[in-house]
C-alpha cells in the first residue's frame, strides 16, 4: 500500500517535470510565432534599402540602422577578440595561477554586470569626456559585454586540447608561446570560432548599453565618431511610439534581429557537433 | 650553444606569459575602472543626499528631490515574483533534462530552452506590449471575485504593471536557472543514484537524492538568476508602467532601478539629477556583483570534487 503512494508520488513528480517543459516552450512558441507572422507581413526589401519615414508617411525602412548595428558590432567585436582570446590563453596556460583565477573571477564577474550599468560606465569613460554620444562608445559598451563570453569559450576549449599535441610540440623544441600559437591554438580555432559566433549572437540583440552611448541617428551615418542608429534601438524608439505604421517597422526589424540571432546560434551549434564529431572520430 | 638555447627559451616564455597575462589584466582593470566610475560620477548627489537617498519615496527630477526607495522596491518585488514563478519551471526542466528524457530528446530540448535565452530582451519587450499586456489587461478585467479582496489583486486594470513585467522576466529568467542546475545535476556522481535505487527507492526518491547533494549548486543556479532579473532592462522598461510607487499590487504600474536609467538618462539636465541616476546604477552594480560573487562560489563549490584531483596538480606543475 505505502509502495503503491511512493509509486505514485513517483509517475506524478515525473509528470510535473514534462509540465514545466512544456509551459516553458509555450512562451517561445508564442513569441517565435508572433515575431514571424507580424514581421513578415511588415517586412518588404523597401525596409533594407530605405530610410526611416517620418511620423505620418507610410513605407520608410532601417537600411540605415541595420548598417549602423553592423557597425557597432563589428567594433564591438573589434576590441573584444583580441582581448578576450589573449585573456582566455593565459587563464588556460597557466590555469593553477592565481592570476588566472582571478581573471577568470572577473570575466564571471563582468558576465554577470547588468548591460544597462555598463552602458553608464561607456558614458562616463567615453561619451562625457567627448561631450557627444558615438558609434565608437556603442561599440566599447558591446566590446566589454563581449569580452567575458569570449574568454571563458576560448579558455574551455583550450583545456580541451588534448595535452599529447602540446607535449609534442614542446618535445620537438618549440617555445612554450610557439607551441600554443601553431599548435594548441590552431587545434581549438573552429571551437573559439563558435564562441565568439556566439557572443555576437548575444550581443547583437543587446539595447540596454546603446541607449546612451550610441544613442540613435535619424540619418544616414557611418561615421564611428557621431551618434549612430542601430535596429535595436529603433525597434525600442518605434515600439514605445503611439504610431501604427511604426509598430509594423518595429516587428519587421524584431524579425530580422532573431533572424540573425538564430542563424548565428545555429551555425554555431552545427560547427560545434562537427567538431565533437572530429574529438570522437581522432 | 645549448645553454644561450635554454636561455632565450626562458626570455620567450616571459614574453609570452606577460603578453597574454596583460591581457587578462585588462580584463580585471576593466571590472574595477567600472567600480570607480559610477562612484566617481555618483558623488554629487552621495554627498548631497546621503542615506537619505534610499529612504525616501519622492522622486521629482524638476524639483530637484530625489528618493530612490520605490525603485529598490520595484527590482526587488519584480525579481522576487518571478523567481518565485520560474524556480519550479526552471528545476522541473533541468530534472527532467538531467535525470528523465531519453537520450534523443536531451540534445533538442537543451537547444529549445537555449533559443528562450537567445530572443533578445528587447523582442520580449515588444512581444510583452502587443500580445502579453493585451491578455493581462484581459485578465485584469475579470478578476474573480474571490481575488478581488486579496490586495495584490486589486488597482485599475490597465495592462501595464508589476504582472507584466514579472511574467516577462520569468520566461527571461528560466533558461539562465535551468542551464545551470542541469549542469549541476549531471555533475552529482552516478553512484549517488545508484545507491538510492539499490536500497529500494523509486525514481522521484532517487531524483530527491540527487537533489540534495547538488543542493549548493542549486541555489547557486537560483541566485544567478536572480542577479539576471534584478539587471533586465528592456523589457521590464517596456512593461511596468514606469511609475515610481511603492505597493504591493501586481496590476499597479511600477518602476525599477534599471528601467528609470534607462528611461531618464538621457533626460537628465543636470548634474545632479544624473549623478543620483549613476547612484542607482552603482547600487545596482553592487548588488548584482554581490549576489553574482556568492552563487558562483555555491557552484563552483558543487564541480570542485567532480574535477579530478591529479589533473589539477598537473596543469600547476607545468605552470610552474
Same mark, same amino acid.
Not at chain 2, 645549448?2 to 580585471?28: C, N
Given at each position: 500500500m505505502r509502495d503503491a503512494v511512493r509509486r505514485w508520488i513517483s509517475h506524478a513528480i515525473t509528470g510535473l517535470c514534462v509540465a514545466a517543459v512544456l509551459l516553458a516552450l509555450v512562451p517561445l512558441g508564442f513569441v517565435l510565432f508572433y515575431v514571424v507572422q507580424q514581421g513578415i507581413s511588415s517586412l518588404n526589401v523597401g525596409f533594407f534599402t530605405h530610410m526611416p519615414a517620418p511620423v505620418g508617411e507610410s513605407g520608410g525602412g532601417m537600411a540605415n540602422a541595420i548598417v549602423g548595428s553592423l557597425m557597432v558590432t563589428g567594433l564591438g567585436a573589434?576590441?573584444?577578440?583580441? #582581448?578576450?582570446?589573449?585573456? =582566455?590563453?593565459?587563464?588556460?596556460?597557466?590555469?593553477?595561477?592565481?592570476?588566472?583565477?582571478?581573471?577568470?573571477?572577473?570575466?564571471?564577474?563582468?558576465?554577470?554586470?547588468?548591460?544597462?550599468? #555598463?552602458?553608464?560606465?561607456?558614458?562616463?569613460?567615453a561619451v562625457l569626456p567627448f561631450r557627444h554620444f558615438s558609434a565608437f562608445a556603442g561599440g566599447l559598451a558591446l566590446g566589454i559585454m563581449m569580452i567575458p563570453l569570449i574568454m571563458r569559450t576560448t579558455?574551455?576549449?583550450?583545456?580541451?586540447?588534448?595535452?599529447?599535441?602540446?607535449?609534442?610540440?614542446?618535445?620537438?623544441?618549440?617555445?612554450?608561446g610557439r607551441a600554443v600559437f601553431t599548435v594548441v591554438v590552431p587545434a581549438a580555432l573552429p571551437g573559439i570560432i563558435t564562441g565568439i559566433l556566439l557572443a555576437l549572437a548575444r550581443i547583437a540583440g543587446e539595447t540596454a548599453p546603446l541607449l546612451f552611448t550610441a544613442l540613435n541617428n535619424r540619418f544616414w551615418s557611418t561615421n564611428p565618431t557621431q551618434p549612430i542608429s542601430t535596429l535595436t534601438v529603433q525597434i525600442f524608439t518605434y515600439a514605445v511610439a503611439p504610431y501604427e505604421d511604426w509598430h509594423r517597422q518595429a516587428w519587421a526589424g524584431a524579425l530580422v534581429l532573431v533572424s540573425i540571432v538564430l542563424l548565428c546560434s545555429l551555425l554555431a551549434r552545427v560547427a560545434t557537433a562537427r567538431m565533437e564529431k572530429l574529438q570522437r572520430g581522432s | 650553444m645549448?645553454?644561450?638555447?635554454?636561455?632565450?627559451?626562458? #626570455?620567450?616564455?616571459?614574453?609570452?606569459?606577460?603578453?597574454? =597575462?596583460?591581457?587578462?589584466?585588462?580584463? &580585471?582593470v576593466i571590472v574595477i575602472a567600472i567600480g570607480i566610475e559610477l562612484l566617481r560620477q555618483s558623488q554629487l548627489s552621495i554627498k548631497q543626499f546621503g542615506w537619505h537617498f534610499w529612504l525616501t519615496d519622492t522622486w521629482d527630477p524638476v524639483a530637484g528631490e530625489f528618493g530612490a526607495r520605490p525603485f529598490i522596491w520595484g527590482t526587488l518585488y519584480s525579481s522576487v515574483l518571478a523567481l518565485l514563478l520560474s524556480t519550479p519551471i526552471a528545476l522541473g526542466i533541468a530534472i527532467y533534462i538531467s535525470e528523465l528524457s531519453p537520450d534523443w530528446l536531451r540534445r533538442p530540448l537543451m537547444f529549445l530552452t537555449e533559443l528562450l535565452a537567445a530572443v533578445p530582451s528587447i523582442v520580449y519587450g515588444l512581444?510583452? #506590449?502587443?500580445?502579453?499586456?493585451?491578455? %493581462?489587461?484581459?485578465?485584469?478585467?475579470?478578476?474573480?471575485?474571490?481575488?478581488?479582496? %486579496?490586495?495584490?489583486?486589486? =488597482?485599475?486594470?490597465?495592462?501595464?504593471?508589476?504582472?507584466?513585467?514579472?511574467? &516577462? *522576466?520569468?520566461?527571461? %529568467?528560466?533558461?539562465?536557472?535551468?542551464?545551470?542546475?542541469?549542469?549541476?545535476?549531471?555533475?552529482?556522481?552516478?553512484?549517488?543514484?545508484?545507491?538510492?535505487? +539499490?536500497?529500494?527507492?523509486?525514481?522521484?526518491? +532517487? &531524483?530527491?537524492?540527487?537533489?540534495?547533494?547538488?543542493?549548493?549548486?542549486?541555489?547557486?543556479?537560483?541566485?544567478?538568476?536572480?542577479?539576471?532579473? *534584478?539587471?533586465?532592462?528592456?523589457?521590464?522598461?517596456?512593461?511596468?508602467? $514606469?511609475?515610481?510607487? &511603492?505597493?504591493?499590487?501586481?496590476?499597479?504600474?511600477?518602476?525599477?532601478?534599471?528601467?528609470?536609467?534607462? $528611461?531618464?538618462?538621457?533626460?537628465?539636465?543636470?548634474?545632479?539629477?544624473?549623478? +543620483?541616476?549613476?547612484?542607482i546604477g552603482l547600487v545596482l552594480f553592487a548588488i548584482t556583483l554581490v549576489i553574482n560573487v556568492i552563487s558562483r562560489t555555491l557552484i563552483w563549490s558543487m564541480n570542485r570534487p567532480a574535477r579530478p584531483k591529479t589533473a589539477r596538480t598537473a596543469v600547476v606543475r607545468e605552470a610552474a
Open positions: 573589434l576590441f573584444a577578440i583580441p #582581448i578576450g582570446v589573449m585573456g =582566455g590563453i593565459y587563464a588556460a596556460e597557466y590555469a593553477g595561477t592565481r592570476l588566472a583565477s582571478a581573471v577568470r573571477f572577473s570575466a564571471d564577474t563582468l558576465n554577470g554586470v547588468p548591460s544597462i550599468v #555598463i552602458g553608464v560606465f561607456v558614458y562616463g569613460v579558455e574551455e576549449l583550450l583545456l580541451l586540447v588534448p595535452s599529447t599535441l602540446r607535449e609534442g610540440a614542446l618535445a620537438l623544441g618549440a617555445t612554450r | 645549448a645553454a644561450r638555447g635554454a636561455k632565450s627559451g626562458r #626570455i620567450d616564455e616571459t614574453i609570452f606569459r606577460v603578453g597574454t =597575462g596583460a591581457f587578462g589584466v585588462l580584463l &580585471i512581444w510583452g #506590449i502587443f500580445v502579453l499586456v493585451p491578455l %493581462v489587461r484581459q485578465f485584469e478585467v475579470n478578476t474573480p471575485e474571490w481575488l478581488r479582496g %486579496v490586495p495584490l489583486f486589486t =488597482g485599475p486594470p490597465l495592462g501595464v504593471g508589476m504582472l507584466s513585467a514579472a511574467l &516577462i *522576466l520569468a520566461v527571461m %529568467v528560466i533558461p539562465f536557472t535551468s542551464s545551470i542546475a542541469r549542469e549541476v545535476l549531471r555533475a552529482v556522481p552516478q553512484a549517488q543514484r545508484e545507491a538510492a535505487y +539499490a536500497l529500494g527507492a523509486t525514481r522521484w526518491e +532517487a &531524483i530527491r537524492m540527487a537533489l540534495f547533494y547538488a543542493r549548493t549548486g542549486i541555489i547557486g543556479a537560483v541566485m544567478l538568476g536572480f542577479g539576471r532579473a *534584478l539587471g533586465e532592462t528592456m523589457a521590464v522598461t517596456m512593461l511596468i508602467g $514606469n511609475n515610481p510607487q &511603492i505597493t504591493w499590487s501586481l496590476y499597479a504600474p511600477q518602476y525599477t532601478m534599471a528601467a528609470v536609467i534607462a $528611461n531618464e538618462f538621457t533626460e537628465a539636465t543636470n548634474d545632479l539629477y544624473l549623478n +543620483a541616476l549613476v547612484e
